[in-house]
């Protein structure tokens, strides 16, 4: 089973601020990586796909980068609605076993 | 705009079955390249997936839970659905059903059922 772990497990930040969540994977998965958004009491929302592709709808604000085992997902400049947690999830192999992060919750400073 | 919901009961004793339907409106749940598959959340933690399906009836499922779990399709309802057997207190959760993109990416997501397990 591929592990995935997430850092920092929270962050505490000001609006405005530049955010940057990191995700690792103990094996590669090349770019078959996404993450999603769950806000409080709400499910998830797929933010990128395929490492760095903005899933639609989602703002510019998000970017995601990285492939084997490093990936990175930046938030450009926090907005109110972007406190939340933010989980990475891989979907290597075919069929995928997919699992996810243990998530990284980013909270107001 | 597609959407999922979850039903069935919010309570189950242990060593029974859980049971939850996912009801999937705004499309057809046999379209080509539409997947579909159950995640839960147990409270306050991560997401764990538990498995997926294709209309035609293809299935794969997390080897953890893979003993205990069966998912099936019901084209004439538009439905899909999860039976995990002999739960304990570690089952219970808030439990999401989604499509899969190609099979590969969670892109459209219920809003979860709660599922307690106790006597």
């Known amino acids: 089973e591929i592990v995935m772990t997430q850092s920092p497990v929270t962050l505490s930040v000001s609006p405005g601020e530049r955010v940057t969540l990191s995700c690792r994977a103990s094996?590669?998965?090349?770019?078959?990586l996404a993450w999603h958004q769950q806000r409080a009491g709400q499910a998830p929302r797929l933010l990128i796909y395929?490492?760095?592709t903005r899933a639609a709808g989602v703002p510019v604000r998000f970017s995601g980068s990285g492939s084997g085992t490093e990936f990175t997902l930046t938030i450009s400049s926090l907005q109110s609605e972007d406190f939340a947690v933010y989980y990475c999830?891989?979907?290597?192999?075919?069929?995928?076993?997919?699992?996810f992060g243990p998530g990284t919750k980013v909270d107001i400073k | 705009q597609l959407q999922l919901q979850e039903s069935g009961p919010g309570l189950v004793k242990p060593s029974e079955t859980l049971s939850l339907t996912c009801t999937v409106s705004?499309?057809?749940?046999?379209?080509?390249?539409?997947?579909w598959g159950w995640i839960r959340q147990p409270p306050g933690k991560g997401l764990e997936w538990i498995g997926s399906?294709?209309?035609?009836?293809?299935?794969w499922y997390n080897l953890s839970l893979k003993s205990r779990v069966t998912i099936s399709v019901d084209m004439s309802k538009n439905q899909f659905a999860l039976k995990l057997s002999s739960v304990t207190a570690a089952d219970t959760a808030l439990y999401y059903c989604?499509?899969?993109?190609?099979?590969?990416?969670?892109?459209?997501w219920g809003q979860g059922t709660l599922v307690i397990v106790s006597s």
């Open positions: 989604a499509k899969l993109g190609d099979g590969r990416l969670f892109d459209y």
């Open positions: 705004g499309g057809s749940i046999s379209r080509a390249n539409y997947y």
């Open positions: 399906i294709y209309y035609s009836g293809y299935t």
């Open positions: 094996q590669s998965v090349g770019s078959n």
């Open positions: 395929g490492a760095s």
């Open positions: 999830q891989q979907y290597d192999d075919w069929p995928p076993a997919f699992t």
